[in-house]
């Protein structure tokens, strides 16, 4: 579900002017997350980054976490595009230590970890992922 957090001190300042939505007195974090059987707090990733592809909601990060487990991958991004059958698809960019793994490889990898309608419906080798001046990787440019 989507993370609230507050405490006795919070005032319009974090807010942003309330630019953020605030319910009976907690704060919007933009987050989702879950507790675990272990009764920590997860999180799965922001509200504005989840994609609905064929009805299903996906977020990126879990699969981009996912992905990034893999021993032969060196970094990950994932993202969700237009498509007229399922509303967005999962795409995912991966920078790989060595070509030994294949698309088909890490796409194996997720269904084994994650559900499948979270498996990208396609994965895109690159030498490295676009970045801006502080290292963020560049979303949008990996989108176009």
């Given at each position: 579900?989507?993370?609230?957090?507050?405490?006795?001190?919070?005032?319009?300042?974090?807010?942003?002017?309330?630019?953020?939505?605030?319910?009976?007195?907690?704060?919007?974090?933009?987050?989702?997350?879950?507790?675990?059987?272990?009764?920590?707090?997860?999180?799965?990733?922001?509200?504005?980054?989840?994609?609905?592809?064929?009805?299903?909601?996906?977020?990126?990060?879990e699969?981009?976490?996912?992905?990034?487990?893999?021993?032969?991958v060196?970094?990950?991004?994932?993202?969700?595009?237009?498509?007229?059958?399922?509303?967005?698809?999962?795409?995912?960019?991966?920078?790989?230590?060595?070509?030994?793994?294949?698309?088909?490889?890490?796409k194996?990898?997720?269904?084994?970890?994650?559900?499948?309608y979270?498996?990208?419906?396609?994965?895109?080798?690159?030498?490295?992922?676009?970045?801006?001046?502080?290292?963020?990787?560049?979303?949008?440019?990996?989108a176009?």
């Amino acid at each position: 579900g989507r993370i609230f957090v507050g405490n006795s001190l919070l005032f319009e300042g974090y807010t942003g002017g309330g630019h953020k939505e605030v319910v009976d007195g907690l704060m919007s974090s933009g987050d989702v997350g879950r507790y675990g059987e272990d009764g920590l707090l997860y999180v799965e990733g922001r509200d504005d980054e989840m994609i609905v592809s064929g009805g299903e909601n996906v977020f990126p990060k879990e699969v981009e976490d996912c992905l990034a487990r893999h021993e032969a991958v060196v970094e990950v991004a994932a993202i969700g595009v237009d498509d007229d059958d399922f509303g967005k698809r999962l795409l995912a960019f991966v920078v790989r230590k060595d070509d030994t793994v294949s698309e088909d490889d890490l796409k194996a990898w997720v269904k084994q970890n994650l559900a499948r309608y979270k498996v990208p419906r396609e994965i895109v080798f690159l030498d490295e992922l676009p970045r801006n001046a502080t290292g963020k990787v560049l979303k949008r440019e990996l989108a176009e």
